[in-house]
C-alpha cells in the first residue's frame, strides 16, 4: 500500500481509463461523475476503484480531488491478493 497526498483539484481517475489501483480515502473529499454528472461524493472512510479491478478492467467513472486530500493506493496484483 501507498499514501499519496494530492491537491484540490486534481482528477484521481478518469472514466473508460483501464484500472491499475484502488483507493481508500484518508482524508479529504472528491466528486464522483459520470459522463460528465456528479452522482457522487467520496469522504474519509471512502474507497473506490473496486469496479474496475474486479469487474470491468475499466473506470466506470471519474473522481475528481474537491479538497486537498490523502489517499491510500493498492495496486492491482496486491488488490487481488487481499481479494482472495
Do not use: C, W
Not at 472528491?30 to 474496475?52: K, M, Q, S, Y
Amino acid at each position: 500500500m501507498h499514501v499519496k497526498p494530492l491537491p484540490s483539484g486534481e482528477r484521481l481517475i478518469s472514466e473508460g481509463d483501464f484500472a491499475y489501483e484502488f483507493f481508500v480515502v484518508e482524508y479529504g473529499q472528491a466528486e464522483v461523475t459520470v459522463e460528465g454528472e456528479r452522482v457522487g461524493e467520496l469522504g474519509p472512510g471512502d474507497f473506490f476503484g473496486e469496479i474496475g479491478l474486479m469487474l470491468t478492467g475499466r473506470r466506470t467513472a471519474s473522481v475528481t480531488a474537491v479538497s486537498p486530500m490523502k489517499l491510500v493506493t493498492m495496486f492491482d496484483q496486491n488488490f487481488r491478493k487481499v481479494e482472495q
